[in-house]
């Protein structure tokens, strides 16, 4: 096993310890108060000893789970989370002893569908290696056979009831091992992305030293430069959405949620029963809807930052052109799988005063829009001009254009309006109402002009040739 590969298993276990630890008391008490009442149940109820015998040794080691997890106070995880596993397995021996205790029953009162379930609930949540969940499914059930075949005769009319152990243990065994994986691979896709982020950001640095020792022998390259390094070191503030706008993305958050759950379940449960054709196709699935989540997600949190901070501009000094070279080189691929140009045509000594992550933003919005809508040998353009005082910028494409009765609908937060791109790519219209908003901090505004079939224009304004404190009074005298 590689390095790496070690690393990842490594993290795996302190993600599982983490997770299981923080919903113990929960777990702890409710299983604790359920096992209880099944002990009475049997005692004084069903009157079986036997019954409440086997449920005696899950009742102390849940307590004990629960005392040590509030005295240790997660200071020995690595132990805690082995007494939840040996917790699991208890309850686990305690359904096919319950089985045992009833199997000499006949009739129709005795029904196993009770013992299945709670069997296969445990094997969804028992966070064990592979060759452990061989032995704590299989082993009881090979222990039994040895002692029916060697040392208590089991009658010939209970070895057919008695065999209804061995579907439940394998199917058990199987979802417990699904279940399993599965959580691996999305931690492995996950942790791999971070390191990937994680390379590119120290790429990314790496490459703005290199800018500053290139801007000292040009001044003019210097100021430039420096406009762009200032803006990327900023960091954005992370915070919770409010509960309004979580109720208006509340659907298309969940429909690939949906997906994820549903075809993971789908595999889970019936893993054997598909051909690789079929599972490659699920996994696909799955595969896109965690894409998309991702980048919902990504659009949510920079709305969640506007919603905390409304009024937070961070001006300074900017050159559109170098932005839009900016925006052009982070899409270029996307427009390249579609073969679309993207043409950047503003000025190369326009200089503005903004908040430049906020405009990045609304650059980047537009342009990925554009390129969505646009057939394949399509182009982007990038361009501007001054109008009364103010730089009017603009989004160009030659896609299929919008319905007049859907522009003024764009930027309506109470509207849903959401339209499938030239190669079926879906959207949530949550980038247009951010560039509205950022535009709005600017004292701007945003329009379009389009014609179904013939291309979108999309246009802002920004305030031209001014300095930090006119803007700053501009933006506050309109808030």
Not at 89 to 102: D, N
Not at 290 to 310: G, H, V
Not at 326 to 340: R, V, Y
Request: aromatic share 12%; proline share 2%; glycine share 4%.
């Amino acid at each position: 096993m590689s390095i790496e590969n070690q690393d990842i298993r490594k993290n795996f276990r302190q993600y599982l310890e983490d997770i299981t630890i923080k919903y113990i008391p929960a777990f702890a008490i409710s299983s604790i108060a359920i096992i209880s009442w099944f002990a009475y149940s049997d005692l004084f109820i069903r009157q079986s000893v036997n019954a409440f015998y086997t449920r005696i040794i899950p009742l102390i080691i849940g307590i004990s789970l629960l005392l040590f997890h509030y005295i240790d106070k997660g200071k020995n995880k690595n132990i805690e989370f082995k007494l939840y596993n040996i917790y699991m397995f208890s309850a686990l021996i305690m359904m096919y002893a319950k089985y045992l205790v009833y199997l000499p029953f006949e009739g129709d009162s005795f029904s196993v569908t009770g013992i299945i379930v709670v069997i296969f609930a445990i094997a969804l949540d028992y966070k064990v290696s592979f060759r452990v969940a061989i032995l704590s499914f299989f082993g009881p059930l090979a222990a039994t056979v040895v002692i029916f075949l060697f040392f208590a005769e089991l009658p010939d009319s209970k070895w057919v009831n008695y065999s209804n152990l061995f579907p439940m243990t394998i199917i058990a065994f199987i979802a417990n091992r699904a279940h399993y994986r599965l959580r691996f691979r999305l931690f492995e896709s996950n942790y791999l992305l971070n390191i990937e982020k994680q390379n590119t950001r120290e790429l990314y640095e790496e490459s703005l030293s290199t800018n500053e020792y290139l801007q000292e022998k040009n001044d003019k390259i210097e100021q430039q430069k420096k406009s762009i390094i200032s803006a990327n070191k900023e960091l954005r503030k992370l915070s919770q959405t409010k509960d309004k706008f979580l109720s208006i993305i509340s659907h298309d958050l969940k429909t690939p949620f949906n997906s994820i759950i549903g075809f993971s379940n789908l595999l889970s449960d019936h893993y054997d029963d598909f051909s690789d054709e079929d599972r490659k196709k699920y996994i696909n699935v799955i595969d896109k809807s965690a894409n998309n989540t991702y980048k919902l997600l990504d659009n949510l949190l920079e709305w969640s930052q506007l919603q905390y901070n409304r009024e937070e501009l961070n001006l300074e000094k900017a050159n559109l052109f170098l932005l839009g070279n900016e925006i052009i080189s982070l899409l270029k691929q996307t427009a390249d799988e579609k073969d679309i140009v993207l043409i950047n045509k503003i000025d190369a000594d326009t200089d503005i005063v903004v908040d430049v992550n906020k405009i990045k933003s609304v650059m980047r919005n537009l342009v990925s829009n554009a390129i969505k809508f646009t057939y394949s040998k399509g182009f982007v353009t990038l361009y501007c001009k001054p109008v009364d005082g103010h730089l009017e910028v603009a989004v160009e494409d030659t896609g299929i254009g919008i319905d007049r009765d859907k522009i003024n609908r764009l930027f309506n937060i109470s509207e849903k309006v959401s339209t499938p791109g030239t190669n079926r790519e879906s959207g949530t219209g949550l980038g247009l109402l951010l560039c509205d908003e950022f535009i709005k901090l600017h004292n701007g505004k945003i329009s379009i002009e389009s014609e179904p079939g013939k291309g979108t224009t999309f246009m802002f304004t920004l305030p031209q040739n001014i300095s930090t404190t006119q803007m700053l009074t501009q933006v506050k005298s309109t808030q």
